[in-house]
């Protein structure tokens, strides 16, 4: 199995990188999502399949979205079966008052965070890896 399992030697390797622009969430129907459209993440779900893609593309083609948020990757490369990692990283999230939709990727675990406080964010994650070490 690749990726780092050890909550510890992932809390003090933890880095991050915020990307560029804004993203939001949105839902289409499966047949409704554009050929043209480049969304960072497409989920199926029952009811319809989750986009999360920049605002500016989303507004360009007229889809209702919410959720403008920020994404920051988590530059360790996590295993898919890491225990706790994501859990830490939210509640620490929550205790500053930050709700964080996380995704998970084959290297790496990605944090959509409300935009405005994605300083906030990368703070309380370099403090985070400050402590462990």
Request: proline residues 5%.
């Amino acid at each position: 199995m690749s990726g780092e399992r050890d909550l510890d030697r992932l809390l003090r390797s933890l880095t991050a990188t915020l990307a560029e622009g804004v993203y939001v969430f949105a839902t289409l129907a499966p047949d409704a999502v554009p050929s043209a459209l480049t969304p960072r993440m497409v989920f199926a779900e029952a009811e319809g399949t989750t986009l999360v893609l920049l605002r500016d593309e989303a507004e360009a083609l007229g889809i209702a979205h919410e959720f403008p948020c920020r994404m920051i990757t988590l530059d360790v490369h996590s295993s898919l079966e890491a225990v706790g990692f994501i859990a830490r990283i939210a509640t620490e999230l929550a205790q500053h008052g930050m709700g964080v939709n996380p995704v998970s990727g084959f290297y790496h675990d990605h944090l959509f965070v409300p935009d405005g406080r994605e300083e906030d964010a990368m703070r309380i994650l370099a403090e985070m890896a400050r402590k462990a070490g």
